[in-house]
């Protein structure tokens, strides 16, 4: 089993940034992609952004040029660097990570529970 665990969300002005952070834990053998996606109230979870080990990147268009993912690969950690930020950004922030263990050929998908960014004067 993999565990991920967010941190970082908060209040922030408009305008102002934040750091996200998501460390996996547990039994890892093998992480290829992680992400970061959210859900704003009544809305459905959408990808914000997501970078494979290799270091190749992904991004919403609403995020391109604001937003900055990257990782460490040697600490399980997926990081999102939030510039810039509006009202609309408001949600929360869900890590996610694909995992293969040892014994095993296929990636299966793992949630973190989610932290809360609020972007509000």
């Known amino acids: 089993q993999v565990q991920l665990v967010e941190s970082g969300g908060g209040l922030v002005q408009p305008g102002g940034s934040l750091r996200l952070s998501c460390a996996a834990s547990?039994?890892?053998?093998?992480?290829?992609?992680m992400g970061w996606y959210r859900q704003a109230p009544g809305k459905q979870r959408e990808l914000v952004a997501d970078i494979r080990r290799i270091g190749s990147t992904n991004y919403a268009d609403s995020v391109k040029g604001r937003f900055t993912i990257s990782r460490d690969n040697a600490a399980n950690t997926v990081y999102l660097q939030m510039n810039s930020l509006k009202p609309e950004d408001t949600a929360v922030y869900y890590c996610?990570?694909?995992?293969?263990?040892?014994?095993?050929?296929?990636?299966?998908?793992?949630w973190g529970k989610g932290t809360l960014v609020t972007v509000s004067s």
């Open positions: 996610k990570a694909d995992h293969r263990s040892r014994l095993s050929t296929r990636y299966l998908d793992y």
């Open positions: 547990g039994s890892i053998f093998s992480i290829n992609t």
